[in-house]
């Protein structure tokens, strides 16, 4: 059901199929490559969560509630700082790769 209905999801599924190819490329050092990967597999699954809980939430409360409202935002926020610093985390390596 997440590939299929969310597209935040599928944007993940691309970046981390471009993150691996990318790595492979440059010849990432396996624990680099494994660190930058995990990264990316742990913000799809923090994805995933975030999306299972606005569908429950709004399936037990319909209506909007400023409580629901806010931990809804409060996940997006960790999907965000998750997505910053996975993409930090892949420049970073990605760098120190590169420059040897």
Same mark, same amino acid.
């Given at each position: 059901m997440g590939f299929s209905e969310e597209r935040n999801f599928r944007f993940?599924?691309?970046v981390l199929f471009a993150v691996?190819?990318?790595?492979w490329w440059l010849r990432v050092p396996p624990g680099a490559y494994v660190l930058i990967v995990g990264?990316?597999?742990? &913000?799809? /699954?923090?994805?995933?969560?975030?999306?299972?809980?606005?569908?429950?939430?709004?399936?037990?409360?319909p209506k909007y509630s400023q409580i629901i409202g806010t931990a809804k935002d409060m996940l997006a926020g960790a999907v965000l700082l &998750?997505? /910053?610093?996975?993409?930090g985390a892949t420049l970073l390596l990605v760098v120190a790769t590169i420059r040897g």
């Open positions: 993940g599924v691309l691996m190819l990318g790595g990264a990316w597999v742990l &913000l799809l /699954a923090v994805e995933l969560v975030n999306a299972a809980f606005e569908r429950f939430a709004d399936a037990i409360h &998750l997505a /910053a610093g996975a993409a």
